[in-house]
């Protein structure tokens, strides 16, 4: 295993997932990423031993009308993983506030 590269993108996924288990699509509503870029980062967390996934039940989302989803988790070591990321958020937040350019969001936009 290699160390995992805690990236702003990663950091973000990280803390959506730090809330609870979590399928793409609510990460993705979360974090406001692209799923072309939530998805390769899942894998590699997931490769990395960081998050597990597992298929919803079948029933369950056919009597919502819809497919199964994938649905992802933080296990210990992403615990662990997410505290430092959460940590590093608020470092380049107070970095930023420090500097004057207020908020950073999900998108990398700055706001006050």
């Known amino acids: 295993m290699s160390p995992i590269r805690l990236t702003h993108t990663t950091a973000l996924i990280l803390q959506a997932l730090s809330s609870g288990s979590r399928h793409g699509f609510?990460?993705?509503?979360?974090?406001?990423?692209?799923?072309?870029?939530?998805?390769?980062?899942?894998?590699?967390?997931?490769?990395?031993m960081a998050v597990e996934s597992e298929w919803e039940d079948g029933e369950q989302a056919s009597e919502a009308g819809r497919r199964r989803r994938r649905v992802y988790s933080l296990?210990?070591?992403?615990?662990?993983?997410?505290?430092r990321a959460?940590?590093?958020?608020?470092?380049?937040?107070r970095v930023?506030?420090?500097?004057?350019?207020?908020?950073?969001?999900?998108?990398?936009?700055?706001?006050?």
Do not use: C, F, H, N
């Open 26 to 48: 609510q990460i993705m509503d979360v974090t406001g990423l692209a799923s072309g870029t939530v998805y390769p980062v899942l894998r590699r967390l997931e490769k990395e």
């Open 86 to 93: 959460r940590q590093r958020l608020a470092d380049t937040q």
């Open 96 to 112: 930023l506030a420090d500097a004057g350019l207020g908020r950073i969001g999900a998108s990398g936009t700055g706001g006050s």
């Open 75 to 83: 296990t210990p070591a992403g615990q662990l993983l997410a505290s």
